[in-house]
């Protein structure tokens, strides 16, 4: 038996150590056995980070890794994220915009009020019927009070926050608490075994690092994954049509001005502009396609909507690839973060996907190398199909705009450019409600049935019911609603101000969990 003792992340940023809190806090009554985590990391690469969107589940890995949401506050300039509002994706009206929030609907599970909304909407968006929140974001408030726990929410929250900082607060955490070996240095020789393992790797300072387990965290380079395993990358720019963007950073006009507790997404002529609310300062960002508008005219339309304070600001230019590796692991080395892949940031999927992949490696990881192949199979496969279906929800957002007004938008409603899953589940809900129960039934789903509501009723969608649809759980509807009513005027009238809860959580803190 050859056991799996030394784990070897090359490369930093949010991927690699979130991936090395992950696995060496599941593994730390290994390390007086000879278990070790090392992370090498070039001192010559710096982080990319425009102001970062989450998903709850970072809560729970936040948790898990044991560092304290008080201090993720207090260093990493965060902020609370309750879901995003996208304005103008399907009309491109001023007054066209929906939220996609992070509460599911009231009851969710038990009964399905879509279906329920679609035959008597009575004056309200989906999103009021169903749930408070979209209300909270309009309102600007916290999704807890002060004296709410750590990681325990009134509303469902991910975060906002700078990428940078959260990088170094995850390092220090890392190495200071849970033992991770830190490693200064160029990777200049990745050496191979016989049988197509990585063997070792050869820094540039000339240390040798052997290892068990390699995890590919370099990058757009893919440093292992891509250059020493020749693993291909699967495109999906037919599908996706954004490959450039455009980001500034912008302070705000007054030190008190209200930060925006949710995601703004913009449809623009030829993609869309996010606006990142953190305590210092928004992230914006326009992400376009370079086959429809040139970087000088996207630039022209950041600027516009920034407005005169953004006449002066310095904006980066960034490309996007859009896909994934076909496999992720291959051999002894698994590829996380950007060497696995990239999709547009429309719904801040690049840390979850970290995320789901190093808690699949920390809690599956194999004991030896004998079985370390039938791990890495199902490994690729529940990947593959994350991927796939994150790839089907992004464009869903594309798909079902009703804009004519340039090639872009046109080009996007093309049936050849949707994937065939999705043009079959859109067909299936002209006349079926998503629902848990019939096209969402995978441990796998990264996206549930009630995301899919919210966009397809926030976007216009309306499924043709047969009759008699919703009468025997008509009653249970209509107590949902009056419960989502009246959760609304608590929160409205329990919750702090965004900007006032977090200076109360930097200035006292949270009560530890």
């Not at 290892?211 to 037919?238: M, N, Y």
């Not at 992949?357 to 199979?377: F, G, H, N, T, Y």
Request: hydrophobic share 40%.
């Amino acid at each position: 038996m050859t056991p799996v003792q030394n784990i070897v992340i090359v490369g930093g940023g949010t991927a690699g150590w979130l991936t090395a809190g992950l696995i060496a806090a599941k593994h730390q009554e290994r390390r007086p056995h000879g278990f070790t985590v090392t992370l090498v990391e070039s001192p010559n690469v710096p982080t990319i980070g425009v102001g970062e969107g989450t998903w709850p589940t970072l809560r729970n890995s936040l948790r898990r890794i044991g560092v304290s949401e008080t201090e993720l506050f207090r260093q990493c300039d965060a902020a609370f994220k309750q879901g995003a509002r996208f304005s103008r994706w399907t009309t491109g009206a001023e007054d066209d915009g929906y939220y996609h929030p992070l509460m599911l609907p009231q009851s969710f599970g038990q009964v399905n009020l879509a279906q329920h909304w679609l035959a008597d909407p009575e004056g309200e968006s989906f999103c009021d019927t169903v749930t408070p929140q979209g209300r909270l974001c309009d309102d600007g408030l916290g999704p807890k009070t002060i004296a709410t726990p750590e990681y325990e929410a009134v509303a469902n929250y991910a975060y906002h926050l700078d990428a940078g900082k959260f990088s170094h607060f995850l390092q220090r955490h890392c190495r200071d608490v849970l033992g991770v070996r830190h490693v200064l240095a160029d990777v200049a020789q990745v050496s191979m075994a016989e049988n197509g393992d990585i063997e070792s790797l050869g820094t540039d300072q000339g240390e040798t690092i052997a290892g068990d387990l390699f995890v590919d965290c370099t990058g757009f380079s893919a440093l292992l994954i891509g250059k020493a395993l020749h693993v291909p990358f699967r495109s999906c720019a037919g599908t996706l049509f954004c490959d450039s963007a455009l980001a500034v950073q912008i302070p705000y006009e007054e030190p008190a001005d209200p930060i925006a507790c949710h995601t703004i997404s913009t449809a623009q002529s030829a993609g869309w502009i996010w606006d990142i609310g953190l305590p210092t300062r928004r992230g914006v960002g326009h992400v376009f396609s370079s086959a429809h508008i040139s970087p000088e005219d996207a630039e022209r339309e950041l600027r516009a909507y920034l407005g005169p304070r953004g006449d002066d600001l310095a904006v980066r230019r960034l490309s996007i690839r859009s896909g994934h590796r076909e496999q992720f692991w291959k051999g002894n080395c698994v590829a996380a973060g950007l060497a696995a892949g990239f999709l547009e940031p429309l719904e801040a999927s690049a840390i979850v996907l970290i995320e789901l992949s190093a808690k699949m490696i920390a809690d599956q990881l194999p004991p030896c190398r004998e079985v370390m192949d039938v791990v890495a199979r199902r490994f690729n496969e529940t990947t593959l199909y994350r991927w796939g279906r994150i790839i089907d929800f992004l464009k869903l957002h594309y798909a079902l705009t009703r804009r004519t007004d340039s090639d872009f938008w046109r080009d996007n409603v093309r049936p050849e450019t949707i994937p065939e899953r999705l043009r079959d589940l859109m067909e299936l809900w002209r006349f079926q409600v998503p629902w848990n129960i019939d096209e969402f039934d995978r441990a796998e789903e990264v996206f549930p049935s009630a995301s899919y509501q919210y966009v397809l009723y926030g976007m216009g969608h309306r499924t043709v019911l047969m009759p008699g649809t919703g009468d025997a759980d008509a009653e249970a509807a209509r107590r949902a609603k009056r419960e989502n009513r009246a959760q609304r005027q608590r929160l409205l009238a329990g919750l702090p101000r965004h900007r006032e809860l977090i200076a109360k959580i930097v200035a006292h803190g949270l009560q530890p969990v």
